[in-house]
Every structure is written in structure tokens, then in C-alpha cells.
């Protein structure tokens, strides 16, 4: 493990604790639930952690922040007026991970681990094809809802480019106010109930051609172990890994062998604000 990784895994015991505490279901998913499976822990260039909670579950999740030791952070649209996302991240507000797509952004920008809500996409057993728009839809609001992020400092040098930046930006603000777009996606989401549901699967997931799946592959879960902890998998991780990745015990070539966040500013040992105002950003 990484010292980025390390800080992540501690993250995602605070999370399990809370979890455990409150009697919620969860589980490791996407490449967290093949490195647990193919590595026990990590994948060797993985730089995040994803976990998903049925909707309820993740419902109740997100309302415990009074029970989080500090210095952790359950964020939503929510509990902090600047992020996007329709899904939670637990941030560790004392360390710094500022995405390039975020820079500009006056959120709480701690080291995180992903928490998405697994919903309810079918009442019936269908193709996962059939879900591909209905996903990629939800991913083109998160992008609209990303524009309001391009709020920038008008500087000397680069005012050709910030200024009409932040005329998008306030635009968007604007036609977003009080997070109206995150209500309307949560709405559309959460349209069939998970209980009720034959497929079920995370509408933020990366493959929107593979997310539906299902419910019997989560169920109650299975256990496994992550960097020495005990966590929880999809009952069938099998067959699930087998969905989303085909043959999943299968190393991919060297040169994709990399991590997919990257940042304009990282420190494990200061907070976002500190260091935000040192360095600038």
C-alpha cells in the first residue's frame, strides 16, 4: 500500500464501524471488489475506494454524520452546497486531494472513498442494454451539474478564458439553484424501490451498458478481506465481476495499469483550506 491508499483504508474503517453500529448493508464494489477478490486488498495503481448500500441503507448512511470521529466528512449535495454528485464520499478534512476537474470548487476537498446508493431499475428481468440511456442519462445531469464548478479568479493573463468561464459557471448556478438538478435526479432514480425490484444496480457506476443486475448477486453479501479487514462482498462477487469485467482474474496490459484521479494538489498531513491558501489554488 500507497500512503494515499493507507489513508483511504482508514476511511473505510470509520465507514465499516458506522455501518456495523447501525445495522446497514453495504458492500465493496467495482475495482475495490476485484482487488479484494483478485489482490486482498488494493489493486497495486488503484487510488480510490468504491462501496454501494441499497437505497435505504445509504439513506440512513447519510444522515449519521453525528456518530463520524472526526475528521471525517459524509458529503452530499446536501451537507455541502458546493458538490455535484448524487452520491456520498466520506472525506478525511484533515488531508488535501484537489482533482483537476474540481479545482476551482469551495468544497471540502479531503481524501475520500465513494458511497453510492443501489437502486431499484427494474421490475422485470431484462438485458442490461435496455438501461444503457436511462444510466448515461443520469451521468450527462452530473455533467450539466459540473459547469457551475468552472467559477474561477478572473486573472490578467488569463481573463480571455475565465471570464466567459464564469459567465457558463453562474449560468448554470442559476438554472441549478438549490441543487433543483440533483433533486430531479435523485427523483428519477428512486422511481422503483429496491425491495420491489428484479434488477437493481448503481445508476453512477462507470459501465452504464453493464450496471443492471440482478438482485440476488448482493442479497445479504458475502465476507471477505481487504488489506487485512474484514468487508463485505456481493453474495455472488463471482458472478457480478464476471458482469461488469468479464474475465476479471485477467491482469489488463501495462499501460492501463494506472490510476484514473488526477490532482492539482495532494497533501496527507494538511486540510484542503491550509492548504489551499499556501499553494493557491
Wanted: aromatic share 16%; net charge positive.
Amino acid at each position: 500500500m500507497n500512503e494515499l491508499q493507507k489513508c483511504q483504508l482508514e476511511i473505510l474503517k470509520e465507514f465499516i464501524r458506522i455501518c456495523k453500529e447501525n445495522n446497514l448493508q453495504y458492500y465493496l464494489v467495482g475495482g475495490t471488489c476485484l482487488g479484494a477478490v483478485r489482490h486482498k486488498g488494493f489493486i497495486p495503481w488503484d487510488d480510490d475506494i468504491d462501496v454501494a448500500m441499497p437505497r435505504k441503507d445509504y439513506d440512513k448512511f447519510i444522515t449519521l454524520q453525528d456518530q463520524m470521529k472526526k475528521p471525517y466528512f459524509i458529503q452530499t449535495y446536501k451537507s455541502d452546497k458546493n458538490y455535484i454528485y448524487n452520491f456520498a464520499k466520506v472525506r478525511d478534512s484533515s488531508t488535501t486531494f484537489v482533482e483537476n476537474f474540481f479545482a476551482c470548487s469551495q468544497m471540502n476537498h479531503g481524501v475520500w472513498i465513494d458511497v453510492f446508493p443501489l437502486d431499484g431499475m427494474s421490475l422485470e428481468v431484462k438485458s442490461p442494454l435496455e438501461f444503457t440511456k436511462k444510466v448515461r442519462w443520469t451521468w450527462h445531469q452530473v455533467w450539466l451539474m459540473y459547469l457551475p464548478s468552472l467559477k474561477r479568479k478572473v486573472r490578467w493573463k488569463t481573463c480571455w478564458k475565465d471570464i466567459p468561464l464564469n459567465f457558463v459557471a453562474y449560468l448554470f448556478s442559476f438554472l441549478n439553484f438549490n441543487h433543483y438538478r440533483n433533486r430531479k435526479v435523485d427523483k428519477r432514480v428512486t422511481r422503483i424501490k429496491y425491495e420491489e425490484a428484479k434488477l437493481v444496480g448503481n445508476f453512477f457506476g462507470n459501465n452504464a451498458k453493464k450496471e443492471a443486475m440482478p438482485k440476488e448477486i448482493f442479497e445479504e453479501g458475502t465476507i471477505g478481506t481487504f488489506e487485512g479487514v474484514e468487508v463485505i462482498l456481493p453474495k455472488d462477487y463471482d458472478k457480478y465481476l464476471t458482469l461488469l469485467f468479464s474475465d476479471y482474474m485477467k491482469y489488463p496490459p501495462k499501460e492501463q495499469q494506472v490510476g484514473h484521479h488526477h490532482n492539482k494538489g495532494l497533501s496527507l498531513t494538511e486540510d484542503y483550506i491550509t492548504y489551499s491558501k499556501k499553494h493557491g489554488l
